[in-house]
C-alpha cells in the first residue's frame, strides 16, 4: 500500500504519462490516496501502471473500471475502523482475471494488513499458505491463512509485516460480515495479533487484470 513517496511518485508517474488513469482521475478531483466523500472514508491507490478510474458515489458507494493495471485497491468504510458488523451489495466483474472483492483494513502496532475475501477472480490468494482454521459467517465458511510480506508498500511506508486472511469458500458479492468475528478467531485459532485500529474498507482489487465494480458498504451496528 501506498506512502507518502509513492503517492507522489505514481502522481509524478502520472502526469508525465497523458494515458494513466490518475491524471484522469486528478481532472475530477479524485486522486490517489485517502479522504472522505459522504460520510465515508476512502482510500484509493495505484502503483501508476494501466488505467484505473474510481469515482466516490453516495454514502459508502464507489464505482470503478481499471484496465491493464500492475496493482490497484481501493474502497469506502471507515477510519478507524474497529470491529463492527457490515453490510455490502453491489456488482463485481473480474472478466476471469485477477482481482478481489473483500473487507480490507490495517492496523498498527503490529503493523498488519488484513483481507476478508468475499470473491476472487483466478488467482486464489490462499495458494500456498497453511489453513489456521476456519469460521463461520453469514451463512459461510471463511479458511484462515496468514502470510508475510517482506519490503513492501504499508501505510507508513515501505515495510516487513504480515497479512490475515479469511477466504470465502463459497464466492459471493453481496452479503454481511461480522468483521469482530474475523478479529476474534484470528487470534483464537490462528494466534494473529491485531494492533491499533486503522481504515477499514470494502475493496476492490485488480493484479494485472482489468476489470469494473460498483460496490456500497454501510455498517449495521
Ligand atoms: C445497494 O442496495 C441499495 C438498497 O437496495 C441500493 O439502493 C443501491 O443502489 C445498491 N448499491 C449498489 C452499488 O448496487
Not at 504519462?17 to 495505484?46: C, M, N
Request: no cysteine.
Amino acid at each position: 500500500m501506498v506512502s507518502f513517496t509513492t503517492l507522489v511518485t505514481a502522481v509524478a508517474a502520472a502526469v508525465s504519462t497523458v494515458t494513466a488513469s490518475p491524471l484522469e482521475a486528478l481532472k475530477r478531483g479524485i486522486q490517489p490516496g485517502t479522504g472522505y466523500h459522504d460520510g465515508y472514508f476512502y482510500s484509493y491507490w495505484t502503483d501508476g501502471r494501466g488505467w484505473v478510474d474510481f469515482n466516490n458515489g453516495p454514502r459508502g458507494s464507489y464505482s470503478v473500471s481499471w484496465s491493464n493495471v500492475n496493482n490497484w485497491v481501493g474502497g469506502k468504510g471507515w477510519n478507524p475502523g474497529p470491529p463492527r458488523r457490515i453490510a455490502y451489495n453491489g456488482t463485481w466483474n473480474n472478466y476471469n482475471q485477477n482481482s478481489y472483492l473483500a473487507l480490507y483494513g490495517w492496523t498498527t502496532n503490529p503493523l498488519v494488513e488484513y483481507y476478508i475475501v468475499e470473491a476472487f477472480g483466478t488467482w486464489n490468494p490462499s495458494t500456498g499458505a497453511s489453513r489456521l482454521g476456519t469460521i463461520e459467517d453469514d451463512g459461510g465458511i471463511y479458511d484462515i491463512y496468514r502470510t508475510r510480506r517482506v519490503n513492501q508498500p504499508s501505510i507508513i511506508g515501505t515495510a516487513t509485516f504480515d497479512q490475515y486472511w479469511s477466504v470465502r469458500r463459497q464466492k459471493r458479492v453481496g452479503g454481511n460480515i461480522d468483521t469482530g468475528k474475523h478479529f476474534n478467531e484470528w487470534r483464537r485459532q490462528g494466534n494473529l495479533q491485531l494492533g491499533q485500529w486503522n481504515y477499514m474498507v470494502m475493496a476492490t482489487e485488480g493484479y494485472q487484470s482489468s476489470g469494473s465494480a460498483n460496490i456500497e458498504v454501510r455498517s449495521l451496528d
